[in-house]
Each structure stands twice: as C-alpha cells, then as structure tokens.
C-alpha cells in the first residue's frame, strides 16, 4: 500500500508542475486570485493534505473545489454542516429491509465512509457550523494515519489512495465557532479572497457570453464597489458576494436591472443601512 500511495502521490504531483501554465482556471470553473493559489491547493490535495478553504460567502469556495474534484476525475461527496450534524449523517446508518422474505438489518453508507472505501473527494462546507463534540470522530480519517473504525458496524476502514478532504468556512459568521485547534491541525489552510480586477471581468465575460456588454459593466463595477464598502467597514462581507452579483446579472437579462440586484443582493441582507447603500451604490451605474 505504501508503494502504491507513494507512486499515486508523484503521478499527481507531476501532473500539476506539467501544466503550470494552464492553472490559472479550473477545470470545474474555478478562477484563481493569483497565479499560486490554484497550483498550491492542487499540490496539497495530491500530498494526501485535507485543504481548508476560509473566505466569505460567495468567494468561490465550493466552485474551487468543485474544480478539484473536475481536475483529478474524482466524484465528490458534500457535507453540509449544521448543529444538527451527527455521526450518522458523517458515517451512515442502519435500517430494516426486506430481502428473500426475510427482515435483515443493512448499514446504508454515508458520504464519508463512502468517500474513504471509493476513493472520492469530501468536501465539507461550513465545517465551523457543526457541534464540536460531533467532529472528533474524523480525526484519524484526517491526520496520518487516514483511517476510521466505524462505530456502528466495527469496521475498520482505511481509506482508498485517492481519497481527498477539502473544508470549508465563513469567518465570524451567525451560528459558526472557532474550530477546535485539534482538528484546525490537520488542515493545510488558504484564505480564498474575492476575485478583482481583470479577473472578475473575465468571470462575467465567460459566464454570460451573450448578456449586453453594458449590463456586464454595470454588474463588474458594482462588484468593485461593493468589495470597497466591505473594506470600509460599511457593509458586511455578504453584500459583495460573486454569487449574489451573478445571480443578479443573470435576473437583468430578463427584468430591470435594478430590481434583479434588489432581489439577488439588497434584500439577503439584514441591516436596512445596509441594503439602502447597496441599491444607492447600484442606481451610480444603471443608467
């Protein structure tokens, strides 16, 4: 096994510095920041390292790994996190079915065990959000020895040669908690920071080839300007989501664009200040 991780780990490995040039965009969609980012989290996924992925709503986080899972060809499993988050929804549980006539008891497996045994990538979203006391059971799935004893069937699993983690978290956010540092540990961690610039043109130029360009430039600089706010401290972190922003470029192809970014920016956010600034700053670039 050891032989086999090692030889997996350089084909990958050699994979990414080959195409050094071509990083820049994922295959999933994914645009990078910088020209780093996108290798270096692709490095650490084919060293076996589970990936933290910490930015604000909407930065790109699960489109990054969504391109991870796109660039290697490994199916990927989601874990949205909550205080609801238990073991069974981690590992699987067991159930009653009948078969040949007969009741017997089957262990449905869940996204983690599945993931392990097939050699898949988890990907777990908002992994701040669940309880601490729940999380400690991956801990041996996440550090060296990558490796679960399944404590509703005794099965000791050891994870597949390809098998991936990569987390995810908003900073700060209502109903979140600071990761405990045990499993903070285990993560290699990248800060994923909205995209600007060129960049973000690009996002919009290849996301909506046929919108009017002027609608694009509206919805580019009004990112830009929402991004500023945020730094000023006078807006929250949510106000500049991408996501929102496309949602909204892909409304105004069909209604006002006013009202689009009322409906898919303003109207998320929960300070009346704030969405009043949102739409004042919006009404600068629709003519």
């Known amino acids: 096994m050891h032989d086999l991780v090692k030889k997996i780990k350089n084909e990958r490995l050699a994979r990414v510095y080959s195409e050094e040039q071509a990083l820049l965009i994922g295959n999933g969609g994914y645009i990078s920041p910088d020209p780093t980012l996108w290798q270096d989290v692709l490095i650490s996924v084919a060293l076996q390292k589970p990936v933290l992925l910490k930015g604000p709503a909407g930065s790109g986080k699960t489109k990054l790994a969504e391109s991870v ?71 041996s799935v996440l550090d060296y020895r990558r490796m679960l004893t399944n404590p509703f069937t005794g099965e000791v699993i ?52 046929n919108a009017p360009q002027s609608l694009k430039n509206v919805m580019y600089n009004l990112a830009e300007d929402l991004k500023l706010q945020v730094q000023n401290g006078l807006l929250s972190e949510e106000a500049a989501s991408i996501r929102s922003l496309m949602d909204a470029t892909e409304l105004a192809q069909y209604i006002e664009p006013l009202r689009a970014i009322r409906y898919a920016v303003a109207e998320k956010l929960d300070d009346v200040g704030e969405r009043e600034l949102v739409m004042e700053l919006a009404k600068t670039w629709v003519k």
Not at 121 to 134: F, P, V
Not at 178 to 197: D, V
């Open 158 to 209: 050891e994870a597949h040669p390809h098998f991936n983690v990569i987390s995810a978290i908003n900073e700060g956010y209502i109903g979140t908690a600071p990761m405990n540092e045990a499993l903070k540990n285990r993560f290699i961690s990248y800060s994923i920071p909205y995209l600007a610039g060129e960049q973000l043109k690009n996002l919009w130029e290849s996301a909506f080839p």
């Open 69 to 139: 899972s796109a660039y290697f060809g490994q199916p990927m499993h989601s874990i949205n996190c909550s205080v609801d988050l238990d073991a069974e929804s981690l590992l699987g549980f067991k159930t009653i079915v009948q078969k040949d006539g007969e009741t017997v008891i089957e262990f449905v497996e869940g996204p983690v065990v599945k993931a392990m045994k097939e050699g898949h990538l988890l990907y777990i979203d908002e992994i701040n959000m669940a309880k601490a006391e729940t999380l400690p059971i991956l801990h």
